[in-house]
């Protein structure tokens, strides 16, 4: 039998809590993982212990986890909810630390959760589903990659039944994984995966429409960046048919803005946007950028994080009112890294506007169009380009997102600009309609729209 | 008991629990340093929500740290050493661990390593703060 630790050990690295609290459970109850087993119901407490040890011994031992998992089986009071939580425990703060026997023997459970129907099995596979990396085509990650498209294919029914809106988050997953897939080529375990993940995708619209309009507007986004892959072109011709107007106008929850943004890096950009000083955030920046932003592959990822910002990170009145960065600075910091690249810059920004394009004030967040304003406004007095770049980009959307549908999106772009007026987010739309540092055209073309919101009130 | 930087003094003694970011590290061990002692180490710039310093890392810290690293010291030391100046370390009897990364809020200044301390006239066990030579770094000074 082979055993090993599941935990790639650091010298100088203090140890988890939840490593170390796994361990020790499996160092004092390893005499009582083997058969015969105790007839006994064990307390509360002693169940804690128990799945703890049953977990650290699946982990690091394959030759026995049929037996463990038929422990588990047996002893188990709470619907698997214990035991999840302790998965998805493992997945958040863990993961990176896993040796790569453990991840096999991690997705393992996953699989026998998932037979069981564990209570908690919808935060299992979303966070199993953060940890697939933007950009990173190593081994291990082509592989979780894999494992994961084929686990919603293969335990399509059992999902379907029991949580069914997880597989809405899995289509948001891999509609934009895949975005990123089809660019790169070369990677013979990689072609597979977009074989599965274009299959499940299809899957998902031909059989379960209502769930896949689950997602709202940001799945035309996704789902634009991939219309000229073929299978896409006819589900994209029967969306834009159908009633996309009722999409548009649904607002995307941020769950789905998570799916592609790691533990890790929502911890260190809520950290920036509610603890760093504007000033001495350099730093952090550049610690950030090199975590998580180098790399040739890596570009596409500003599009998810402009999205999450936007969407997810909605400080507080008093952090607003503070010295601490504001969103519009990280986002204007973030444009000025993808400058110039052609394939990542007017994503970035359609991310940016996106809700501005569909904005109705009873239903969506000023928040969500607050930093694209307060970075056209405060990027005037010393980073002008960014300011025409944003409003030439914002008045081109406005002509060519949707022709058909052009109309609605002035109206729509020209009431975010009022409420953004309404609640005091910029004092007048004055400092943009006459300020002298803009460009005549564009304050033209600004006027313009917004004289057709009032012709219709 | 954990202190924050800006309340640490030198002393001969082995005793300073604390928690820090790390900001920057010397590339090479100054020559000054490496001469100085047979092992191999290293000079950085760390600080958390009150403070700056300087620390010494010393063999394989050398490696095992890198900027944005938060480190947890234990029975750390805080005194001179020659030719580097005022260094917090954890020396033989102290342990270094990493405990995460990014999620400090930190100040440079003051930097207690760029502080000229001398003798307590009451107590000459102990120093007091005499002069600020530098508000910042010297070795590590504030990005541009």
Known sequence: ?457 | MHVFLKDIVPAAQNNINTRFIILDKARSPPAAAAAASSGKSCIALAADETAAVHIQLWGEECEAFEAGDIVKLTNGIFSYVRNSGLLLRAGKRGNMEKMGEFTVAFVETPNVSEIQWSPDPENPKRYVKKDVVSAYSRIFPPLP
């Open chain 1, 1 to 457: 039998m082979e055993k090993g630790k599941p935990f790639v050990a650091s010298l100088h690295e203090a140890e988890n809590k939840l490593e170390l609290s796994l361990r020790q459970a499996f160092v004092n109850l390893e005499p009582k993982l083997q058969p015969p087993f105790s007839l006994d119901i064990p307390d509360p407490q002693e169940f804690l212990e128990l799945s703890r040890a049953i977990l650290y011994a699946v982990l690091c031992d394959s030759g026995s986890s049929k037996t463990h998992i038929k422990h588990l089986h047996a002893v188990v009071t709470d619907g698997y909810a214990f035991f999840t939580s302790l998965l998805v425990g493992i997945v958040l703060e863990l993961y990176g630390k896993l040796v790569n026997s453990a991840k096999v023997q991690l997705l393992w459970l996953t699989k026998e959760m998932v037979s069981v129907s564990s209570v908690g099995l919808e935060d299992l596979l979303v966070s199993l589903l953060r940890r697939i990396g933007s950009g990173d085509y190593g081994d291990q990650n082509v592989w979780l990659c894999y494992e994961l498209v084929s686990l919603f294919l293969d335990k399509w029914g059992c999902l379907l039944e029991d949580v069914p809106l997880v597989l809405t988050s899995a289509l948001y997953n891999f509609l934009r994984l895949l975005a990123d897939h089809c660019r790169v080529t070369g990677i013979p375990k990689l072609e597979e995966v977009k074989r599965l993940e274009i299959k499940f995708c299809v899957r998902m619209f031909r059989e379960q429409l209502h769930l896949s309009l689950k997602i709202g507007r940001d799945l035309v986004r996704l789902l634009q960046d991939l219309v000229y892959i073929s299978e896409f072109k006819e589900i994209w011709n029967d969306l834009i048919c159908s009633d996309i107007l009722k999409i548009y106008q649904s607002k995307t929850s941020s769950r789905y803005f998570l799916l592609r943004i790691t533990p890790e890096m929502e911890t260190q950009l809520r950290f920036l946007l509610g603890n760093v000083k504007l000033g001495s955030h350099k730093r952090h920046q550049i610690w950030f950028l090199k975590k998580f932003l180098l790399g040739l592959e890596k570009g596409t990822l500003l599009i998810d994080i402009v999205r999450f910002i936007c969407c997810v990170v909605h400080p507080s009145n008093e952090i607003i009112r503070s010295e601490i960065m504001p969103r519009w600075a990280v986002i204007g910091w973030f444009l000025e890294l993808c400058r110039q690249n052609h394939h990542v810059e007017p994503r970035v920004k359609l991310a940016l506007f996106y809700d501005w394009l569909f904005f109705d004030e009873r239903i969506d967040s000023i928040m969500n169009v607050e930093p694209a304003a307060l970075l056209m406004l405060w990027s005037i007095p010393q980073y002008l380009h960014i300011t025409h770049s944003l409003l030439e980009f914002l008045l081109h959307l406005v002509d060519t997102y949707d022709v058909t549908r052009r109309d609605m999106i002035m109206r729509s772009v020209a009431s975010a600009f009022k409420e953004i007026e309404r609640k005091g987010v910029v004092q007048s739309l004055d400092m943009f309609l006459s300020s002298p540092e803009i460009a005549p055209d564009l304050k033209k073309k600004l006027a313009n729209l917004l004289s057709c919101q009032q012709d219709i009130n």
